[in-house]
Nanobody
Framework: QVQLVESGGGLVQPGGSLRLSCAASGSIFSIALMGWYRQAPGKQRELVADITNGGSTNYADSVKGRFAISRDNAKNTVYLQMNSLKPEDTAVYYC???????????????WGQGTQGTVSS
């Protein structure tokens, strides 16, 4: 069984920073893609950033230049460094990963439970 466990959310003032972490565990053969999505109240879930196992990154226009995604393949962990935070960044942040399990080698999409990030003065 594969699990994604997030940490690092919290409350921060505008202009501040937060760093999110997400560790994948379980019967993992390989992880093709890891990323972060977010969902604000009353809005649809949207892609924030993702990163391939080769290190290629992709960002939403709204976070370019402020957020940085990285991953440690040895630890099956993805990070999201969020700087210059704005109130509109307030959302539940979800980790996402495309994983082949060691049991079946079938590629599946997995989600974390979500972590709240709140930007407010």
């Amino acid at each position: 069984q594969v699990q994604l466990v997030e940490s690092g959310g919290g409350l921060v003032q505008p202009g501040g920073s937060l760093r999110l972490s997400c560790a994948a565990s379980g019967s993992i053969f390989s992880i093709a893609l890891m990323g972060w999505y977010r969902q604000a109240p009353g809005k649809q879930r949207e892609l924030v950033a993702d990163i391939t196992n080769g290190g290629s990154t992709n960002y939403a226009d709204s976070v370019k230049g402020r957020f940085a995604i990285s991953r440690d393949n040895a630890k099956n962990t993805v990070y999201l460094q969020m700087n210059s935070l704005k109130p509109e960044d307030t959302a539940v942040y979800y980790c996402n990963a495309l994983i082949s399990s060691a049991d079946s080698y079938t590629l599946r999409n997995y989600w974390g439970q979500g972590t709240q990030g709140t930007v407010s003065s």
